[in-house]
């Protein structure tokens, strides 16, 4: 069917009492383009919850008026939401058209036989979130919307799949599977062509067979092609083909549909690990949720793209869909960038987490979510593995056994050609195990038991010591023997020994503490059954605010594991919310073996007097900067990474001193130096020689603000990162600014912000405040016309402004 973009011309409100409207209390709609998070510009509330960063619970109203041509009469016409959060319910023209409870899964709406074409007709969304997530989920239509239009007999949507078998280097078995539908009262013969070509668009196969479908039914087409010496999709050269498919009659073509696809192997075995075409890849992962930071949870394709692209250049080559299907968009960035993916189903299984999560749901609609992932994931290359769950309560009992085995043959029967996991934790998995056993010894009041995030909170050995023991080791046996490949969230206790109890297993790190990567790389890369580590997380998130945040506790403070209003983030992430790298990031490159310079860390001054407490989730409070006005002569900590054995510390050419550093000393060697403005240089030493530098030097005071604009791939989005810089051109992170962003022409101002955890600023903008000296603005183009940014500050330094002159949408020229 042919698929166009259903994103504009929709309205949205907060959902109203229609008894109130009757009586003229009535909010008016507001014009939206999709994607829309409902909830990112809502107020709010400082008493409410930190896990979903103080916004308030609500249910929201969308409509849109559709006129389809009176040519479409007889057409088959099918409306496609890639996601809206949550409990979603579909009218068109005051009749039920359809729903979908899970707020991550797409789902499709048989929309002709509801629409009267010729005529105007009211296609009306609603949706609710509340008291259903630990996360900020945002709300509303937040992912993509489409339109198919096709004759009676068709390709449906997600009516084509691709696979390739049979892969050898002078040529591949392609095996193209194609969905032929009819809405036709009559059996109908087609003919089902398939085009297979390479990224030149050259064609490498083709194919055609005669296809009959019985009235108001559907048949499936199979065509086994032969690639001659295909190029294997991996993260490293992520080569892409095409399959085009269409459906003729007499030679008059009546439908066609397209997706991109790639050739590769996988293997997985407790000898040699995971291998991509042959060759052994360990996952150097990240946890990711779908929020797009300032975006909210507005599943932008350019957005998306940005984020794997960061992530990527940041030294991961693999991304978790934590704990939910991934968007589309990003699945198609991780194809073309080269990520490999887990994605992961649910949150929760028939235990709820939440007092309205999707446990209410589940046993009804969990296999129509899980056949929406599958259908969404498979044509994509990236995805290697599919998690069906995220620290399931039932994992530790035989009707969790049960289930699990349930979800993974219901993922293998839809596609066997990869693996599947489900992300342990081992001391939720025996958790009535537990209070049984507070409850012997008189130690459980038998009241609630804390969150999650509460009970994990101990140093990773405690976790261990519980994750290790034989009650886990005994209760959790058949939840991971239905599995392919054993997820292990904060278990890293269990891999050495596992290789011992159970030799056939082969394991994930699903979920990793971040400041243990040190020690769990090392683990991965000595046993081969180990092939992987996820962290959380890759990139900071919107709620479950303040679990990495950084206390500095008063005489009789006691730490808290979330963050008081106004915070929003988490503060986990090696990359900010508005992409920036933290400190964190660059340490976990040189653990990786991507980095041989040094990196410098500095803490932040002012907080001498009082006690440092770190969770597990909490990096150092530092930052890569050595511009400290108002702190010349006062002691700073600072911290150098490097994977040489030592490295030296010098301020302006003068040694301050050496230590031991690489990976007997955690990668991580420490300094206290008396500030003083100047250029701060660390040296790497190796086998006694001096090697590689990496220096911070202090900058001026703030001259002017600097912009530099990034075009989105689609040319929709375009994201201005924005600097305040001293007379030199240099970030000055001590100098941060209240700043207005002003977008004159074809544009509008989609979110302006910065990576700051706790901002007293909404992200809606025009004003907000930079921070660590930095800022993105999002604007999101809606003409072809030329357009004008124009960044200034409270403060008397100069503005900024980016010029966008190219606007063919495919990426726009900037000047700046």
Same mark, same amino acid.
């Given at each position: 069917?042919?698929?166009?973009?259903?994103?504009?011309?929709? #309205?949205?409100?907060?959902? #109203?009492?229609?008894?109130?409207?009757?009586?003229?209390?009535?909010?008016?709609?507001?014009?939206?383009?999709?994607?829309?998070?409902?909830?990112?510009?809502?107020?709010?509330?400082?008493?409410?919850?930190?896990?979903?960063?103080?916004?308030?619970?609500?249910?929201?109203?969308?409509?849109?008026?559709?006129?389809?041509?009176?040519?479409?009469?007889?057409?088959?016409?099918?409306?496609?939401?890639?996601?809206?959060?949550?409990?979603?319910?579909?009218?068109?023209?005051?009749?039920?058209?359809?729903?979908?409870?899970?707020?991550?899964?797409?789902?499709?709406?048989?929309?002709?036989?509801?629409?009267?074409?010729?005529?105007?007709?009211?296609?009306?969304?609603?949706?609710?979130?509340?008291?259903?997530?630990?996360?900020?989920? !945002?709300?509303?239509?937040?992912?993509? @919307?489409?339109?198919?239009?096709?004759?009676?007999?068709?390709?449906?949507?997600?009516?084509?799949?691709?696979?390739?078998?049979?892969?050898?280097?002078?040529?591949?078995?392609?095996?193209?599977?194609?969905?032929?539908?009819?809405?036709?009262?009559?059996?109908?013969?087609?003919?089902?062509?398939?085009?297979?070509?390479?990224?030149?668009?050259?064609?490498?196969?083709?194919?055609?067979?005669?296809?009959?479908?019985?009235?108001?039914?559907?048949?499936?087409?199979?065509?086994?092609?032969?690639?001659?010496?295909?190029?294997?999709?991996?993260?490293?050269?992520?080569?892409?083909?095409?399959?085009?498919?269409?459906?003729?009659?007499?030679?008059?073509?009546?439908?066609?549909?397209?997706?991109?696809?790639?050739?590769?192997?996988?293997?997985?075995?407790?000898?040699?690990?995971?291998?991509?075409?042959?060759?052994?890849?360990?996952?150097?992962?990240?946890?990711?949720?779908?929020?797009?930071?300032?975006?909210?949870?507005?599943?932008?394709?350019?957005?998306?793209?940005?984020?794997?692209?960061?992530?990527?250049?940041?030294?991961?080559?693999?991304?978790?869909?934590?704990?939910?299907?991934?968007?589309?968009?990003?699945?198609?960035?991780?194809?073309?960038?080269?990520?490999?993916?887990?994605?992961? &189903?649910?949150?929760?299984?028939?235990?709820?987490?939440?007092?309205?999560?999707?446990?209410?749901?589940?046993?009804?609609?969990?296999?129509?979510?899980?056949?929406?992932?599958?259908?969404?994931?498979?044509?994509?290359?990236?995805?290697?593995?599919?998690?069906?769950?995220?620290?399931?309560?039932?994992?530790?009992?035989?009707?969790?056994?049960?289930?699990?085995?349930?979800?993974?043959?219901? @993922?293998?029967?839809?596609?066997?050609?990869?693996?599947?996991?489900?992300?342990?934790?081992?001391?939720?998995?025996?958790?009535?195990?537990?209070?049984?056993?507070?409850?012997?010894? !008189?130690?459980?009041?038998?009241?609630?038991?804390?969150?999650?995030?509460?009970?994990?909170?101990?140093?990773?050995?405690?976790?261990?010591?519980?994750?290790?023991?034989?009650?886990?080791?005994?209760?959790?046996?058949?939840?991971?023997?239905?599995?392919?490949?054993?997820?292990?969230?904060?278990?890293?206790? =269990?891999?050495?020994?596992?290789?011992?109890?159970?030799?056939?297993?082969?394991?994930?790190?699903?979920?990793?503490?971040? &400041?243990?990567?040190?020690?769990?790389?090392?683990?991965?890369?000595?046993?081969?059954?180990?092939?992987?580590?996820?962290?959380?997380?890759?990139?900071?998130?919107?709620?479950?605010?303040?679990?990495?945040?950084?206390?500095?506790?008063?005489?009789?403070?006691?730490?808290?594991?979330?963050?008081?209003?106004?915070?929003?983030?988490?503060?986990?992430?090696?990359?900010?919310?508005? !992409?920036?790298?933290?400190?964190?990031?660059?340490?976990?490159?040189?653990?990786?073996?991507?980095?041989?310079?040094?990196?410098?860390?500095?803490?932040?001054?002012?907080?001498?007097?009082?006690?440092?407490?770190?969770?597990?989730?909490?990096?150092?409070?530092?930052?890569?900067?050595?511009?400290?006005?108002?702190?010349?002569?006062?002691?700073?900590?600072?911290?150098?990474?490097?994977?040489?054995?030592?490295?030296?510390?010098?301020?302006?050419?003068?040694?301050?001193?050496?230590?031991?550093?690489?990976?007997?000393?955690?990668?991580?060697?420490?300094?206290?130096?008396?500030?003083?403005?100047?250029?701060?240089?660390?040296?790497?030493?190796?086998?006694?020689?001096?090697?590689?530098?990496?220096?911070?030097?202090?900058?001026?005071?703030?001259?002017?603000?600097?912009?530099?604009?990034?075009?989105? =791939?689609?040319?929709?989005?375009?994201?201005?990162?924005?600097?305040? @810089?001293?007379?030199? !051109?240099?970030?000055?992170?001590?100098?941060? #600014?209240?700043?207005?962003?002003?977008?004159?022409?074809?544009?509008?101002?989609?979110?302006?912000?910065?990576?700051?955890?706790?901002?007293?600023?909404?992200?809606?903008?025009?004003?907000?405040?930079?921070?660590?000296?930095?800022?993105?603005?999002?604007?999101?183009?809606?003409?072809?016309?030329?357009?004008?940014?124009?960044?200034?500050?409270?403060?008397?330094?100069?503005?900024?402004?980016?010029?966008?002159?190219?606007?063919? =949408?495919?990426?726009?020229?900037?000047?700046?």
């Amino acid at each position: 069917m042919k698929r166009t973009t259903f994103n504009d011309g929709w #309205q949205f409100r907060q959902k #109203q009492n229609p008894f109130a409207e009757l009586g003229g209390l009535s909010t008016p709609y507001t014009d939206v383009v999709l994607p829309h998070d409902a909830l990112i510009h809502e107020e709010r509330d400082p008493d409410g919850e930190g896990a979903v960063a103080y916004f308030p619970a609500g249910a929201f109203q969308y409509r849109r008026m559709f006129t389809p041509p009176a040519d479409l009469a007889g057409r088959r016409i099918v409306i496609e939401f890639e996601g809206v959060y949550r409990d979603a319910t579909v009218h068109i023209n005051g009749a039920f058209a359809g729903q979908r409870p899970y707020g991550y899964s797409g789902f499709t709406i048989d929309a002709d036989q509801f629409l009267r074409p010729g005529e105007e007709n009211v296609i009306e969304v609603e949706s609710r979130h509340g008291g259903d997530s630990r996360w900020y989920t !945002g709300a509303g239509i937040y992912r993509d @919307v489409w339109l198919h239009v096709g004759a009676a007999v068709h390709v449906p949507v997600d009516g084509v799949r691709v696979s390739a078998t049979d892969i050898e280097s002078e040529g591949a078995v392609v095996e193209v599977d194609v969905v032929v539908a009819s809405t036709s009262n009559r059996r109908e013969t087609v003919d089902v062509s398939v085009t297979l070509a390479d990224a030149d668009a050259t064609t490498v196969a083709y194919g055609t067979v005669p296809v009959t479908v019985e009235a108001n039914g559907h048949s499936r087409s199979r065509q086994r092609l032969y690639v001659r010496t295909p190029k294997l999709w991996s993260a490293e050269s992520p080569v892409l083909y095409s399959a085009a498919v269409q459906l003729s009659v007499d030679g008059a073509n009546i439908d066609s549909a397209s997706t991109a696809f790639g050739i590769r192997t996988l293997r997985v075995d407790p000898v040699h690990g995971l291998r991509v075409n042959g060759e052994v890849v360990k996952l150097r992962g990240a946890c990711v949720h779908h929020d797009n930071g300032i975006l909210g949870a507005a599943t932008c394709a350019d957005a998306e793209e940005r984020r794997v692209r960061l992530l990527k250049e940041a030294g991961f080559n693999a991304i978790r869909s934590s704990h939910n299907p991934m968007s589309v968009a990003m699945l198609e960035a991780c194809d073309r960038l080269g990520v490999y993916v887990m994605d992961e &189903t649910f949150d929760m299984w028939t235990s709820n987490k939440m007092p309205h999560d999707y446990s209410l749901h589940f046993t009804e609609w969990w296999e129509r979510d899980v056949e929406s992932m599958v259908a969404k994931d498979f044509n994509h290359p990236s995805v290697i593995m599919y998690s069906i769950g995220n620290e399931i309560p039932e994992t530790g009992s035989p009707a969790g056994g049960l289930t699990g085995r349930a979800l993974a043959e219901k @993922v293998r029967a839809l596609d066997p050609t990869r693996y599947v996991t489900n992300a342990v934790n081992g001391m939720l998995a025996v958790m009535d195990d537990m209070r049984k056993i507070a409850a012997q010894r !008189g130690d459980d009041d038998g009241g609630d038991t804390a969150g999650i995030n509460t009970l994990m909170a101990g140093p990773g050995e405690f976790m261990n010591q519980i994750g290790t023991s034989p009650l886990v080791t005994d209760k959790t046996a058949e939840s991971f023997g239905v599995l392919d490949i054993a997820g292990m969230n904060y278990l890293d206790g =269990r891999y050495a020994m596992d290789k011992e109890l159970f030799p056939n297993r082969v394991i994930v790190g699903t979920e990793t503490f971040p &400041t243990r990567i040190d020690h769990n790389w090392a683990l991965v890369t000595e046993n081969a059954h180990v092939i992987g580590d996820f962290t959380w997380t890759g990139f900071d998130y919107l709620g479950e605010v303040g679990i990495g945040r950084a206390h500095h506790l008063a005489e009789g403070e006691t730490p808290s594991l979330s963050g008081p209003y106004p915070w929003i983030a988490a503060w986990c992430g090696d990359l900010d919310l508005i !992409g920036s790298r933290r400190p964190a990031s660059f340490y976990r490159e040189i653990v990786f073996g991507l980095r041989t310079s040094p990196y410098i860390a500095v803490n932040r001054p002012g907080n001498e007097d009082k006690t440092f407490y770190a969770g597990p989730w909490t990096w150092s409070d530092s930052i890569g900067s050595w511009t400290w006005a108002g702190h010349e002569g006062a002691p700073l900590a600072v911290e150098v990474y490097s994977d040489a054995e030592e490295v030296e510390l010098a301020l302006d050419g003068e040694v301050i001193a050496a230590a031991a550093a690489g990976a007997d000393n955690r990668f991580t060697a420490e300094f206290t130096v008396t500030y003083r403005p100047g250029e701060l240089t660390a040296t790497a030493i190796r086998g006694g020689a001096r090697a590689e530098t990496f220096s911070l030097t202090s900058v001026g005071e703030a001259s002017r603000l600097e912009a530099r604009a990034e075009n989105g =791939r689609s040319g929709e989005l375009i994201f201005i990162e924005i600097a305040v @810089v001293d007379a030199d !051109g240099r970030v000055n992170t001590d100098a941060d #600014q209240l700043i207005d962003v002003r977008v004159d022409g074809d544009a509008v101002l989609a979110a302006v912000g910065s990576g700051n955890p706790a901002p007293t600023h909404t992200y809606d903008g025009p004003e907000n405040r930079t921070f660590d000296g930095r800022a993105l603005a999002v604007v999101r183009r809606i003409g072809s016309g030329a357009v004008t940014v124009t960044v200034s500050a409270r403060d008397e330094i100069a503005p900024a402004t980016v010029v966008l002159e190219e606007v063919d =949408r495919h990426g726009a020229a900037a000047r700046s």
